[in-house]
């Protein structure tokens, strides 16, 4: 194996492991941001959780986090609740540095 060939290796096994990273952080961060719109919209305990489940899942529908935006700002207007864009965009992006700390952290 040529030192080229080690190199290609090695920077093809660290955006595996970037790639990994990316997805761990997105779902965690769509679970946090599903159980902050969930305590938004009043619900607790069981109820919660299966928000943010929904949250989580709304993620699959295309690529992107606009889907999950799009689910939450949904959620919040059929219940009167007064969230800008720049807000709820604005903690998807702090929840989303929160979740990269939690994973780096262990």
Request: aromatic letters at 10%.
């Amino acid at each position: 194996m040529t030192t080229f060939d080690k190199r290609e290796e090695g920077f093809e096994k660290k955006f595996a492991l970037d790639e990994e990273l990316r997805f761990k952080a997105n779902a965690r961060r769509n679970r946090l941001f599903g159980a902050w719109a969930a305590q938004q919209l009043g619900l607790a305990g069981p109820d919660a959780d299966a928000y943010a489940k929904e949250v989580v899942m709304a993620d699959f529908e295309e690529a992107g986090e606009d889907d999950v935006f799009r689910k939450v700002r949904k959620d919040f207007d059929a219940k009167g609740i007064k969230q800008s864009d720049q807000d709820i965009r604005r903690t998807m992006s702090d929840l989303m540095e929160q979740a990269i700390a939690q994973i780096k952290a262990g």
